[in-house]
T-cell receptor, first 111, second 114 residues
Framework: GEDVEQSLFLSVREGDSSVINCTYT??????LYWYKQEPGAGLQLLTY?????DMKQDQRLTVLLNKKDKHLSLRIADTQTGDSAIYFC???????????FGTGTRLKVLA | GAVVSQHPSRVICKSGTSVKIECRSL??????MFWYRQFPKQSLMLMAT?????????EQGVEKDKFLINHASLTLSTLTVTSAHPEDSSFYIC??????????FGPGTRLTVT
């Protein structure tokens, strides 16, 4: 089955950029998503990218997709303390609508 | 945007009892809903796909007799954890698929079995 890996932790200073990485094994995902989860809460959709795109920018968020290397990244510009959370990448298997989630990256923003 | 609710948000039950969790799509019809489980500090794992009017499809390793899923209407799916044990304590999240606009996640239900 699909494996989606993320680094476990990332710590940045307020105002710096954060880059969260995700690698996957199955290239059949049609859509790739980034979700944010705060402690004890559900998932908040941040952004998504179609598999035929290389980059998508949405305000402070930039998603880069390298299909050849099966690598997805989320860059958060001007990171704020309110961005501290766990970030999950997820791929949707074409035709099944099942989400396969990454292992999650815990982002800590230092004031 | 589309809203998915879950009820209850938190539940504590005694070992051996059953507990039902509801997932509702509030402003759209969802022919397909999904149930995920998230253990502390871990990722979400898909448990089953719930299809309106038919039997749920369970992922490998998920006991269908223990996790009963009923999708009786286009806006409601229920997950019943039968004979719950402490190892079933987890965060259960559902998602509902709107054919027109995508898939939306509920806020989650935290189950604690004592």
């Amino acid at each position: 089955g699909e494996d989606v890996e993320q680094s476990l932790f990332l710590s940045v200073r307020e105002g710096d950029s954060s880059v969260i990485n995700c690698t996957y094994t199955d290239s059949s995902s049609t859509y790739l998503y980034w979700y944010k989860q705060e402690p004890g809460a559900g998932l908040q959709l941040l952004t998504y990218i179609f598999s035929n795109m290389d980059m998508k920018q949405d305000q402070r968020l930039t998603v880069l997709l390298n299909k050849k290397d099966k690598h997805l990244s989320l860059r958060i510009a001007d990171t704020q303390t309110g961005d501290s959370a766990i970030y999950f990448c997820a791929g949707v298997t074409s035709g099944t609508y099942k989400y396969i989630f990454g292992t999650g990256t815990r982002l800590k923003v230092l004031a | 945007g589309a809203v998915v609710s879950q009820h209850p948000s938190r539940v504590i039950c005694k070992s051996g009892t059953s507990v039902k969790i509801e997932c509702r799509s509030l402003d759209f019809q969802a022919t397909t809903m999904f149930w995920y489980r998230q253990f502390p500090k871990q990722s979400l794992m898909l448990m089953a796909t719930s299809n309106e009017g038919s039997k749920a499809t369970y992922e490998q390793g998920v006991e269908k007799d223990k996790f009963l899923i009923n999708h009786a209407s286009l806006t409601l799916s229920t997950l019943t954890v039968t004979s719950a044990h402490p190892e079933d304590s987890s965060f259960y999240i559902c998602s509902a698929r709107d054919k027109a606009s995508g898939q939306y996640f509920g806020p989650g239900t935290r189950l604690t079995v004592t």
